[in-house]
């Protein structure tokens, strides 16, 4: 397999992607661009900066919006897999973290928080929902500290801060 090389140049991101063979990337340019109903598991996409649309100031106002789910509406997965809602009523999740322990933590940009999520005996669900922490500026940045199965710290990160949470043991 060979490297994809990447050189920062003042401030620029260049990179070269001729040493990958043509093969190996199921759509390349234009053909790379498409919405979800064209995506499926192991479709790679290659999108250069030249492929890009130029950019217009419009585009800085039109902000994703999230929208109901389909009736019916199910996840194409890979033969062998199933997907399953597990939880819901959470806003703007950005980053998840499963803590040794099986916690599940979840930082919520949107609200300024981070949630705990503990599953149920079955793994099946979520048993119970706690506030770790609040009033965080968009947090986005979730990690244990030391690695392993006892970490002590969850470090947060936020645009311009790092948070040191310490854990206890049964805390987390």
């Not at 920062?8 to 979800?36: C, N, Q, R, Y």
């Not at 803590?99 to 793994?123: C, K, M, W, Y």
């Amino acid at each position: 397999m060979k490297a994809l090389m990447v050189v920062l140049v003042a401030g620029a991101v260049t990179f070269s992607v001729a040493s990958i063979p043509a093969a190996a990337l199921d759509l390349i340019g234009e053909d790379a661009f498409g919405g979800w109903t064209e995506d499926a598991p192991g479709v790679r996409r290659l999108i250069r900066p030249s492929d890009l649309p130029p950019t217009s100031s419009d585009s800085i106002a039109d902000a994703p919006t999230v929208v109901p789910r389909p009736a019916g509406a199910r996840l194409s997965v890979p033969e062998g897999f199933k997907v399953k809602l597990f939880a819901d009523g959470l806003d703007g999740p950005r980053v998840v973290r499963v803590a040794p322990n099986g916690d599940i933590f979840v930082s919520e940009g949107i609200a300024g928080q981070i949630r705990v999520l503990r599953p149920n005996s079955t793994d099946s669900g979520v048993e119970t929902v706690a506030m770790y922490a609040a009033g965080l500026n968009r947090p986005f940045g979730l990690a244990f500290y030391p690695r392993g199965p006892n970490p002590t710290h969850l470090y947060v990160a936020e645009n311009n801060k790092l948070f040191d949470f310490p854990i206890t043991t049964g805390t987390s």
